[in-house]
């Protein structure tokens, strides 16, 4: 108690130091005074009075400052006297002050930005109860390593297996929501009912469903996101027990999700539907729709889980032969399952912006030591006065802190709004399905990222001008006169800095250059269509055209509308637009062949009979589908080439018969062969492809492309409208263009992002690194002004004196870009996943960055040698 | 060359407060002169020491001060004992005689019976 009240009367004692010394002063003078008088009443001359007095009190001085180091914290004084000194020193360099702020900024910005998104991503836990030991479940074939359950199956593993203390599932999938208006496409989850309390989360009103609410018999009931009752429904109380009505059948309302509730692999999800097994999909073992979501009984691991319904598949692969052949079983820890593919690319992005810091603190740095070379004489006559190396050392630090601390205020500052605009310019989709990214910001492991960094960047800032802060060099300070040769230090370290800052530089541009060129070559993907002036838009029409004559009614009025638009050119149907997945796949065999109950897949799409031709897509042998292929005539298919290539490698496909699997076997005979459409994501080889001609297997639920002679973007709202004219009950989403759907797709969308940022940390990175390269050649050329007049007057040429700067610029830059090269081939391993189609170590692009970085570093150094060139001798001489 | 002083200035501290006790508000020559004066100036003592314990005193609690004038009209500044400065004398008297008396055993041992 006593000592904290020490500290704060001490504290307190540094803001009133001006009236304490006064103080202080005035009785000590008193104190003479009284002195005196007694020595003056006990007999002395005032001379003797005077002298005694000052002799027995040991020293005014002496007494005021052991006086004034009991009155204040003398640590923190020194500090307050550092901090002073230190801003008045760099005030006075507005340039240099300026210039390092802003580059550390810079630096501390982008780390910053790109930790936030890391921690909300990867550090922040997921917002369920002990969420560790949450896993995702799946079933496991070939094609899809992680791939859904089908519903008997989910009930068969949640009876027998030994794993989980509770196996729940999930089926994002969309609903058609009727309002007053029409209907309107909603995405929804169907989920078991044992879902939320797995999570260990609760409606925020209402309540959860209860155990058995998830059996056929049970009513049917939903519970809302928080933002859909916000958005739909107003926020009001009493929406508990209101229905609303989905796939044409009411759902009883019982509850709504709280604000911060959000499920990563099943958003968006406006509507959680206690699943009901009704579609015809879920009463087959073979139809996959589901996801599995369980919690590890404690003590079980992720192998032991696996292992465990690996058995369970095996089984079920025993007893029924005929829809489980080769079904495996997959199991994931959550966290992985919801950020497993952005961890890399976050990981590198974070690794880039702190090479970037690391340039943008190094460039600071040889700024500060330039400083100090200048000030060489300053410290030497501090430390002549009684500075002690201690002493001058904390200076130093303050120097650095100050900086450090104006660039990561001004960094943090930045940041948040840096991470803001990150966040906006992801598309409102990917965001959708990105649902931890939400609260973004500066919480306190950021903030305490930012201090660890400004600390790191502080020790650096305060070793570097203490290196050489040796006596010997003290006191070679005080003699060497300002015009001697470049400081001996400056050129031993600032030109490996420098190297350090061009070898940082080289790996963040082939970093950059890498992930270019995979976005490029992903763009120059051939995608087997035609992908300009087409857009499209998926109809989903409710139950009453489920029937096979009122789809294909349907689908002939709507093309048949379409077609007549101004400008419109051709228009086509299929089952799922390219570019989005490779599901909806099959099981087929070839007749005519053995067949031994193997599973071949391939994903099928059921298209119209203009489809191709829409698309513009290339047909390798046979013919397209027509108008006349309908169920009256025997079934036809047309595959890709993958599947030509795959199943029939030497022998003509045209004319062999396929048929799915079923007893007995329908045959479908294969009439063509297209050029493979990329059905699936960019960067996913495209496998073997069925299409079947709409008309013999047609469905209320297609997906519209229309070619358009005019600009594709003015056809989309159109077509709605169109739509929405024939019936107001059909629902359309996903309006869009080709073009945009494949620059948008999750593959293209993070290599261009992680694209554009990298070239930008690089092109930062290059930045500083050339202006460092300069900084050293020009500051080297003004110290040696004396010595290249001398060689200039000795008779040395221009050319020559431009070589002499070009070599010493060239070494470095050399050194640094060849160190660069080798540092960035051994860090470009780590990138070898986020590639496509570029190896990690590929040649062109390192060439490229090593010619980037020569000519800027020829550039830089050019200037400097320009001037040395221009010296005027007898000036150089005759200078100081 | 810490320990000593130390030592020091906690008996200089506790000779303060024992001066305050006796000679009521007194300004600091003169508490420099009287601890002079009962160590029957067997104790030379560098006036100025005694305006940072003084100090440290005020910021304990234990002592207040306040400008005034002397017996000779010279101003000077006061300082009196507190309350709380009463009880760290009697606390601190105590603790010194058990100090002192531990020290004496050693010094000169008297044999215990056993």
């Not at chain 1, 059909?730 to 759907?741: K, P, Q, V």
Request: glycine letters at 8%.
């Amino acid at each position: 108690m006593k000592r904290l009240r020490v500290w704060i009367m001490r504290l307190a004692g540094m803001f009133s130091q001006g009236r304490r010394e006064r103080e202080l002063a005035d009785e000590i003078n008193s104190h003479l005074q009284l002195h005196i008088d007694d020595n003056l009443r006990s007999g002395m001359t005032p001379e003797q009075a005077r002298r005694n007095a000052f002799l027995k009190l040991g020293g005014v001085e002496l007494t005021k400052q052991a006086y004034r180091e009991g009155n204040t914290i003398p640590f923190l004084e020194n500090l307050q006297q550092d901090l002073r000194f230190a801003i008045r020193q760099l005030r006075k360099n507005p340039g240099f002050t300026g210039i390092a702020v802003f580059v550390l900024a810079l630096g501390i910005c982008a780390s910053v930005a790109i930790f936030a998104f890391v921690d909300a991503a990867l550090i922040k836990p997921l917002p369920y109860h002990d969420s560790g030991r949450l896993v995702g479940v799946y079933e496991s074939v070939p094609m899809f390593p992680r791939s859904n359950l089908s519903y008997l199956d989910y009930l068969d593993w949640k009876k027998s297996n030994t794993v989980f203390s509770s196996l729940e599932m999930y089926n994002h999938t969309g609903f058609l929501l009727s309002t007053p208006t029409g209907a309107e496409p909603a995405l929804g989850s169907r989920i078991s009912a044992g879902f939320f309390r797995t999570l260990g989360v609760a409606p925020a009103l209402g309540r959860d469903f209860h155990d058995d609410e998830d059996s056929l018999t049970a009513p049917r009931t939903v519970i809302l996101s928080y933002a859909t009752w916000q958005k739909r429904y107003g926020g009001k109380k009493d929406i508990l027990g209101q229905t609303v009505t989905l796939n044409d059948l009411p759902n009883t309302i019982i509850g709504v999700m709280p604000p911060d509730f959000h499920f990563a692999p099943a958003e968006p999800t406006e509507f959680w539907t206690a699943f009901h097994a009704t579609n015809s999909c879920d009463k087959r073992r073979s139809c996959h729709n589901l996801y599995g979501l369980a919690r590890l009984k404690d003590g079980v691991s992720i192998q032991a889980a696996l292992a465990d319904t690996t058995l369970i598949a095996q089984q079920l692969e025993k007893q029924y032969p005929d829809s489980n052949r080769g079904q495996g079983a997959a199991v994931a820890a959550l966290s992985e399952v919801i950020v497993g593919e952005i961890r890399p690319i976050l990981l590198m992005l974070l690794g880039g912006s702190g090479l970037l810091l690391l340039i943008a603190s190094i460039n600071v740095a040889s700024l500060l030591l330039v400083r100090s070379e200048s000030r060489k004489r300053e410290i030497a006559v501090r430390n002549a006065l009684g500075a002690s190396p201690a002493r001058l050392f904390c200076q130093f630090v303050t120097e650095g802190l100050v900086l450090a601390a104006a660039g990561s205020v001004i960094g943090l500052v930045s940041a948040h709004w840096v991470m803001q605009l990150l966040a906006k310019l992801v598309p409102k989709e990917m965001m959708a399905r990105m649902p931890y990214l939400q609260d973004l910001g500066l919480n306190a492991r950021v903030l305490a990222f930012a201090g660890a960094i400004t600390l790191l960047v502080v020790v650096l800032f305060s070793l570097i001008p203490t290196f050489r802060l040796s006596l010997s060099e003290m006191r070679e300070g005080l003699t060497e006169s300002s015009r001697g040769s470049a400081g001996m230090i400056w050129r031993r370290l600032g030109s490996k800095l420098v190297m350090v800052e061009l070898a940082t530089a080289v790996v963040l541009l082939v970093g950059a250059g890498l992930l270019g060129k995979s976005l490029y070559l992903l763009l120059q993907v051939d995608i087997g269509l035609q992908p300009d002036h087409l857009a499209t838009l998926q109809v989903a029409a409710p139950p009453k055209y489920a029937k096979n004559e009122q789809a294909i009614a349907l689908k002939q009025q709507i093309v048949g509308r379409i077609a007549s638009l101004p400008g419109v050119i051709a228009v086509g149907t299929t089952s799922n637009i390219p570019v989005s997945s490779n599901g909806n796949t099959v099981w087929f065999r070839i007749l005519g062949r053995p067949w031994n109950g193997e599973h071949n897949e391939a994903p099928q799409r059921e298209v119209s009979h203009d489809y191709f031709t829409t698309i513009g897509a290339r047909l390798l042998r046979g013919r397209y589908f027509t108008e006349a292929d309908d169920a009256t005539k025997p079934l036809v298919t047309i595959i890709n080439q993958a599947l030509a290539k795959q199943y029939f490698p030497n022998e003509d496909p045209i004319g062999k018969h396929i048929s799915y699997l079923s007893d007995p076997p329908v045959p479908m005979e294969v009439v063509g062969v297209v050029e493979d459409i990329k059905e699936g994501p960019l960067d996913v080889p495209t496998p073997p492809v069925i299409y079947a001609p709409f008309n013999q297997s047609p469905d209320n639920d297609f997906g519209l492309v229309v070619r358009t002679s005019q600009d594709e973007r003015f056809l989309i709202p159109t077509l709605a409208a169109v739509i929405h004219q024939i019936d107001p009950g059909i629902a359309t989403s996903e309006a869009i263009t080709l073009n945009d759907r494949i620059n948008d797709s999750p593959s293209a969308y993070l290599h261009r992002s992680s694209a554009w940022l990298v070239g930008g940390f690089a092109a930062l990175a290059l930045l500083l690194g050339v202006v460092g390269l300069y900084g050293v050649i020009a500051y080297s050329v003004s110290r040696r002004t004396r010595e290249i007049g001398v060689r200039m007057a000795l008779g040395a040429q221009r050319s020559s004196v431009y070589m002499l700067i070009m070599k010493e610029a060239g070494w470095l830059a050399a050194i640094g870009i060849v160190a660069g090269l080798i540092c960035s081939a051994a860090a470009t391993i780590f990138m070898r996943k986020l590639l496509f189609g570029v190896q990690s170590w590929d040649v062109s692009t390192l060439i490229a960055v090593a010619a980037v970085l020569a000519v800027s570093a020829l550039t830089a150094s050019y200037l400097p040698a320009r001037r040395a060139a221009s010296i005027n001798p007898v000036e150089a001489l005759r200078a100081e | 060359m810490g320990d000593k002083t130390d030592v020091w200035q906690g008996t200089l501290a506790l000779m303060i407060l024992k001066t305050l006790e006796t000679m009521g508000p007194l300004h600091g020559y003169g508490i420099a002169r009287r601890i002079e004066q009962t160590s029957g100036n067997l104790l030379s003592l560098n006036y100025g020491t005694i305006y940072p314990a003084l100090l440290k005193l005020e910021q304990e609690g234990s002592i207040a001060s306040e400008w005034g004038l002397s017996d000779n009209n010279r101003k000077a500044k006061f300082y009196r004992l507190t309350r709380s400065g009463r009880k760290q004398l009697e606390k601190e008297t105590q603790d010194w005689e058990r100090a002192t008396a531990i020290l004496a055993r050693f010094i000169s041992p008297k044999e215990d019976p056993v």
